[in-house]
């Protein structure tokens, strides 16, 4: 079969590699759409949080590994003694493996398990024809969610649970910092949280239209001081970081009203500065998240009730032999893009 494999830092290849072959408690899935996500690239451009040097510890796995986290496709075949799951179920997979055995399992954090890791970045993942998952990964899709739709549930998980995770009460107004892919479903996460308005701050004209078309009021940040004109207006309650820069987690503590918070949800490469009296003169707080926890079925729920129209983030679909020029390549140089998905054949 085809997958995208990952050797080393800008060395992504298609390759020809064998199915995985069926495990006692294991599930395999026959993948039909993934999604690239920042984590893909900062694994392609950077080698960050891809498994390599030593196996990790739940998975024994290590590059050269195929990569891909957010995926959905069809069970193709069911491991002895897995229950509930059957072949031609229609699935998202939720990629975080976990121990299941550690104090964070243990009170349910698994999204903190000491040897947390994820499928597609520390085992093999879904830009392949076929991928082993562990049977609490998978979770079964209605008729009327697309595999398209299938795809973005994770990054969905991840804007929906910051939002839940957050201090934003309905009615309340907000800021995205940031409209990548997270950004603009974290404003759809906002909006249906009963965000009473959302701003939207990136330096992309073409993603604030579409952070604009989800009902996000737009400011362009390389035209405007955000934090100026958010202030100007009387603040915002609370400020989603999907950036990941000084400059912009700076500007969204300059955004939030007194008593206000900060949410942290990008992943920063570099340490930030913040000016803490700024943030005590107001008693504004800073809270961040880690991927999500028990929020996959709700999501899924809200997508199959028409609640959340996750497929517009979309901005290309491309094939999986497409995926390093035209996904990996493209989405550091054409700032226009925020969602590919990839079909596998
Ligand atoms: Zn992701
Ligand atoms: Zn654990």
Not at 220 to 237: D, F, K, P, T, Y
Request: proline fraction near 4%; hydrophobic fraction near 45%.
């Amino acid at each position: 079969m085809r997958a995208a494999v990952y050797h080393a830092i800008k060395d992504v290849r298609l390759e020809d590699v064998a199915v995985p072959a069926a495990k006692p408690g294991k599930v395999k899935v026959n993948v039909k759409v993934a999604g690239i996500c920042g984590s893909d690239l900062h694994a392609y451009h950077h080698g960050i949080g891809v498994q390599t040097g030593a196996p990790h510890p739940l998975s024994g796995a290590m590059a050269p590994l195929t990569l891909g986290h957010e995926f959905s496709g069809v069970v193709a075949e069911v491991g002895e003694g897995v229950v509930g799951i059957q072949p031609g179920d229609r699935v998202a997979i939720e990629p975080i493996m976990y121990c299941g055995k550690c104090a964070s399992c243990r009170t349910g954090l698994y999204n903190q398990c000491e040897k947390m890791g994820f499928v597609g970045l520390n085992d093999d993942g879904g830009f392949a024809e076929y991928v082993l998952v562990e049977p609490y990964m998978v979770h079964k899709l209605p008729d009327s969610v697309s595999f398209e739709e299938g795809a973005l549930v994770e990054p969905t998980a991840v804007a929906m649970h910051a939002v839940r995770q957050s201090k934003l009460k309905v009615g309340d107004s907000a800021a995205v910092f940031g409209v990548g892919p997270i950004g603009l479903l974290t404003i759809l996460g906002a909006k249906s949280a009963g965000a009473s308005k959302v701003y939207a701050i990136d330096v992309s004209d073409e993603r604030l239209a579409l952070a604009e078309k989800l009902g996000a009021i737009p400011i362009n940040s390389l035209r405007q001081n955000a934090a100026e004109v958010i202030v100007a207006a009387g603040g915002v309650h609370v400020a989603y970081e999907a950036a990941g820069v000084q400059a912009t987690i700076a500007s969204a503590l300059t955004a939030v009203k007194r008593g206000g918070e900060v949410m942290v949800i990008a992943a920063f490469a570099q340490p930030a500065q913040l000016n803490m009296l700024e943030l005590m003169a107001k008693e504004a707080s800073i809270a961040s998240i880690l991927a999500y926890r028990h929020i996959f079925p709700e999501i899924i729920a809200l997508i199959a009730d028409g609640k959340l129209d996750v497929k517009r983030v979309i901005t290309k679909q491309i094939d999986l032999e497409q995926i390093v020029e035209d996904g990996l390549e493209l989405l550091v140089k054409d700032k226009s893009q925020a969602k590919i998905l990839v079909r596998i054949p």
